[in-house]
């Protein structure tokens, strides 16, 4: 579909209403030739779709809500941010392009990632990062990135470890090590799971560094991983998945979801999650389409309440749209989050336990009934719908007991209540369809490079900042390992 500019193509004289209402102005990229230009987002049919124009690619549009009611109300979501202790480069030709972070950033890292290597031992037709031939980062290098996160965040709260496929990184662990030698508070490793579900030995020296496990696990039929992982994995999925419960690594199921492929197993995926003992959480991220992708059409792509929808329908009346809130510390469309107690067969999503919507909603600042304990209640919510809460941490739980309030007791001491909270987190990462400028200053997920910067994680998939800094590591270590040769002649 091309909108015309001005609603129809006016053969009448008769002015006419546009079709559309327009809703404000922002910045994007063209999705060709990645040139910085204007984009209008407009609602139309209670969709919300993002208009652009390139002086040399023409017109493209891309649905980015399927449902303005939601979309609008998220606004209300939007936290301050809080402003790193320090910048690593300079504002020179504006947002997206002097990343990062430059002190026009609007928000800290509250989750760093360190892309380890860009091998890996999978080839999906779905794969953001584009795995393949690339770089492995030396362990010296990643010490580097860890004291730069150190430096400006001060007190770093989660780093993950990803790639390419960090598993097959040989000094994975010692990367781990360094990062909690630096007292980062939570590490996680992101991982396809062929490794776990194969190599013992690997198995035992990753249990032994317990790091919350981001495990890329995209449904249960094995149709939808030969879709999106080009081979059936799924027995090797769950063969991984119960050598992690065994090994006693908390675990957080992660799914893309696409359009005719999966959005129909989003609510078998919470209640699978919801019925392994291991399992702390699920992640639910419409495709990213940059990297590589199967076909699709910008205008139907999957968004976040889509994903919402999925989820009530599916779970026969255990969900409901109030249980999920969109998250204050990153731009509030793009993420939302739900938690829920978990004791038996008795789960309780917390938005019914306490009004979550109304310590969180920033702008319109409904009145608080204000009990005694509401400062205390607000920043525990504030820690749970937050980019850094980790699922299966003490932390995490520690705050949904606060969240709760003394007057219900959960009953469980923390090192027990944290495997009976169970986080929903629904993420629209940015494509260079969907980039939206207003969403990535305010970004609190950071790549770090090992330059010292820090590359919002959507401007650096989109903008062209992974190209970069893959094609220059990867010339770096090839001349490294010439001139390691040549001394060896
Ligand atoms: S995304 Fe943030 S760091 Fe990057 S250019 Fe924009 S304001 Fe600066
Ligand atoms: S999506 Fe993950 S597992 Fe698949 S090729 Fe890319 S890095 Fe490897
Ligand atoms: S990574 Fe992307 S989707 Fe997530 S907070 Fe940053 S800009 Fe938003």
Redesign the pocket.
């Known amino acids: 579909m091309q909108r015309t500019p001005h609603g129809s193509s006016g053969q009448s004289r008769a002015k006419q209403d546009a079709d559309y209402i327009f809703h404000e102005l922002t910045r994007s990229i063209c999705p060709e030739c990645k040139r910085v230009i204007d984009a209008q987002v407009i609602i139309q049919d209670n969709r919300v779709y993002m208009r652009k124009r390139c002086p040399e690619h023409g017109w493209t549009e891309a649905l980015i809500s399927s449902d303005a009611q939601m979309y609008v109300d998220s606004v209300k979501f939007n936290k301050p941010g809080t402003i790193p202790l320090e910048f690593s480069t300079q504002v020179d030709e504006g947002c997206p392009l002097d990343c990062g972070l430059c002190p026009e950033h609007k928000q800290h890292l509250c989750l760093a990632l360190i892309e380890v290597n860009t091998g ?5 037709p ?6 393949g031939l690339g770089y492995s980062l030396t362990l010296d290098q990643v010490e580097e990135m860890l004291d730069r996160f150190v430096e400006i965040e001060g007190d770093p709260e989660v780093v993950q470890f990803s ?3 960090p598993t097959i990184h040989p000094q994975l662990l010692d990367m781990v090590q360094a990062a909690r030698d630096r007292g980062i508070r939570q590490v996680m490793v992101n991982t ?1 799971g062929v490794r776990i579900a194969r190599d013992d030995r690997f198995l035992e020296d990753l249990a032994r560094m317990e790091p919350v496990v981001y495990f ?1 696990f995209d449904g249960l039929r094995p149709e939808t991983y030969r879709t999106l ?1 080009g081979e059936d994995l799924l027995d090797i999925k769950l063969k991984a998945l119960e050598r992690m419960e065994k090994a006693g690594l908390d675990v957080v199921l992660v799914a893309a979801v696409e359009r005719g492929v999966n959005l129909d197993e989003v609510g078998a995926l919470v209640e699978f999650g919801l019925e392994c003992p291991g399992v702390r959480g699920v992640v639910l991220q419409p495709v990213t389409h940059v990297g ?1 992708h199967i076909a699709f059409d910008p205008l139907e792509r999957v968004t976040i309440p889509d994903v919402i929808h999925g989820i009530v329908d599916q779970t026969l009346g255990r969900f409901v749209l109030e249980d999920f809130v969109p998250v204050p510390c990153c731009f509030p469309t793009c993420q939302v989050n739900s938690y829920v107690f978990v004791d038996g067969d008795n789960v309780v999503p917390l938005p019914r336990m306490l009004d979550v919507e109304q310590y969180l909603d920033y702008i319109t600042n409904r009145a608080l009934p204000k009990p005694p304990n509401a400062a205390d209640v607000q920043k525990a919510l504030e820690g749970l719908w937050s980019a850094s809460a980790v699922a299966g941490t003490e932390s995490t739980a520690g705050q949904f007991q606060c969240a709760c309030g003394p007057g219900m007791d959960l009953g469980y001491e923390l090192s027990h209540l944290k495997d009976h909270v169970f986080q929903i987190a629904i993420k629209d990462f940015l494509d260079a369809y969907t980039f939206n400028v207003k969403q990535v200053m305010k970004c609190c997920v950071g790549v770090l490079v090992p330059d010292g910067r820090a590359i919002p994680f959507c401007a650096y998939n989109s903008v062209g900042y992974r190209e970069q800094v893959r094609r220059q590591l990867a010339v770096e270590q090839a001349t490294a390992r010439r001139t390691a040769g040549s001394r060896e002649v």
């Open positions: 890996c031992n999978l080839n999906c779905v794969c953001f990062a584009n795995a790639g390419g496929e396809n890329q992982r590589r």
